[in-house]
């Protein structure tokens, strides 16, 4: 299957001098730093890794002889 791009939602917000995140769509993926601009970096990289052992855990899952197949919303 080929790589899609996605969108997500970063949810960013300071607080007492560190910016905090949460990515929406994606329960798990938060992320805390000192700038706002390292928090996103934190959350993309974050992001990536959380999809990647979600997708993982799926083939895991689904064993062999399946199919990927995609789904708009």
Not at 48 to 70: H, K, S, T
Request: hydrophobic share 40%; charged share 30%.
């Amino acid at each position: 299957m080929t790589d899609m791009k996605q969108t997500y939602t970063a949810i960013v917000k300071e607080v007492d001098g560190w910016w905090v995140g949460w990515i929406e769509e994606i329960p798990g993926v938060n992320c805390q730093e000192h700038s706002r601009e390292e928090l996103l970096d934190t959350l993309k990289v974050t992001l990536v890794e959380a999809l990647e052992l979600n997708r993982q855990d799926a083939r895991a899952l689904a064993g062999d002889n399946f199919r990927e197949m995609p789904i708009a919303v």
